[in-house]
């Protein structure tokens, strides 16, 4: 079992369309990171959250980390076929340990 | 600087025969992480080091599994009688210590080694 399932498991959405990915825990966590990862490559960091209730913007993609530190959710608008990947989220513990979320597969259709 | 490095990046061995994987870290980064990750899931945390020391390791982790960092810079993980269970992308991942800089507490990744058993 993982320390942080996110949901939904799998998306297919048509391009245009918005979308939100929600990753969450039980556990507190110091700060949160949101990760992509394409077919056969490593994940590669998209932004980290580190204050409850922050929202932070990355072009079309808003990330926000809840209040008690525990979940977070990413949206993102207007998707484009580029944004298919994993998004994957990850909690830091204590600057030491990243544990990453179950997974989110997107596809956006042209 | 060229990455995090894995090598190699696909084996097929046959159960009960060992593996070793070997990663190199961006020069400078002192923390090396090791994942273990299955199709469409998100890595599941095997260990860590700082330096040449193994700080963590996953109770998950079985005795066949142990790694090594012996001088601090690249890493190994060796995978004894391997099982079909065992498949999975392994992947690395190195950062700085928190507290020495702007990369500090950012994963990054290499490209990871596949491994099937048959």
């Known amino acids: 079992t993982q320390l942080l399932e996110q949901s939904p498991q799998f998306l297919s959405i048509q391009e245009g369309e918005n979308l939100t990915v929600y990753c969450n825990s039980s556990?507190?966590?110091?700060?949160l990171q949101w990760y992509r990862q394409e077919p056969g490559e490593g994940p590669v960091l998209l932004v980290t959250?580190?204050?409850?209730?922050e929202v932070k913007k990355l072009k079309r993609l808003t990330f926000q980390f809840g209040d008690a530190r525990k979940d977070s959710s990413l949206h993102i608008t207007a998707a484009q076929p580029g944004d298919t990947g994993l998004y994957l989220c990850a909690g830091v513990f204590f600057l030491r340990q990243f544990y990453f979320g179950t997974g989110t597969s997107l596809t956006v259709i042209p | 600087d060229t990455g995090v490095s894995q090598d190699p990046r696909h084996k097929i061995t046959k159960r009960g025969q060992n593996v070793t994987f070997r990663c190199d870290p961006i020069s400078e980064h002192n923390r090396l992480y090791w994942y273990r990750q299955t199709l469409g899931q998100g890595p599941e945390f095997l260990t860590y080091?700082?330096?040449?020391?193994?700080?963590?390791k996953s109770r998950l982790l079985s005795d066949r599994f142990s790694a090594e960092r012996p001088k601090g810079s690249f890493s190994t993980l060796e995978i004894q009688r391997t099982e079909q269970g065992d498949s999975a992308m392994y992947l690395c991942?190195?950062?700085?210590?928190?507290?020495?800089?702007?990369?500090?507490?950012?994963?990054?990744f290499g490209a990871g080694s596949r491994l099937t058993v048959l």
């Open positions: 080091f700082q330096n040449e020391a193994q700080l963590e």
């Open positions: 991942a190195s950062s700085l210590r928190p507290g020495t800089g702007a990369g500090a507490n950012v994963l990054t």
């Open positions: 959250v580190v204050t409850g209730g």
């Open positions: 556990s507190v966590f110091s700060s």
